[in-house]
């Protein structure tokens, strides 16, 4: 499943699915496209990651679980470069690399 940020039908429902994993005790893969790893910024309002306020929760997973955030290096760059702190942090991962991660995956939600 790939949407836009925020799209869904149900604002929560990827989140739902990922906290469903982590209660049965499942590793997951969390990936960020785009302008989406702005929900990871401790320094950021999650409008410019074009979600409702206060929709921060996936900076929350580690917590939770085993968790592995992953984003697109030219986007952790922009980050770096604009003084965002990010939650976690996700790992760096080019667009070949990311798709080779899918393909290894059993399931695939990227935000």
């Known amino acids: 499943m790939r949407s836009a940020p925020g799209a869904s039908r149900e604002s929560r429902a ?31 309002d999650s409008a410019a990651a ?11 997973l580690h917590d939770l679980g085993d968790v592995r ?14 003084d965002n702190d990010l939650i976690g942090p996700p790992t760096g991962l080019g667009s070949a690399q990311m798709a080779l991660h899918w ?5 695939v ?3």
Do not use: H, M, T
């Not at 409702?52 to 929350?60: E, L, N, R, V």
């Not at 393909?103 to 399931?107: E, F, I, Q």
């Open 103 to 107: 393909r290894s995956c059993n399931a």
């Open 50 to 60: 074009q979600l409702p306020p206060g929709y921060k929760a996936w900076a929350a």
């Open 14 to 44: 990827d989140l739902d699915v990922a906290l469903a994993a982590l209660s049965l005790d499942r590793q997951i893969d969390v990936y960020f496209i785009g302008a989406a790893v702005l929900q990871l910024a401790r320094n950021l």
């Open 69 to 82: 955030l992953f984003a697109e290096s030219s986007w952790l760059a922009r980050c770096s470069a604009g």
């Open 109 to 111: 939600w990227s935000l």
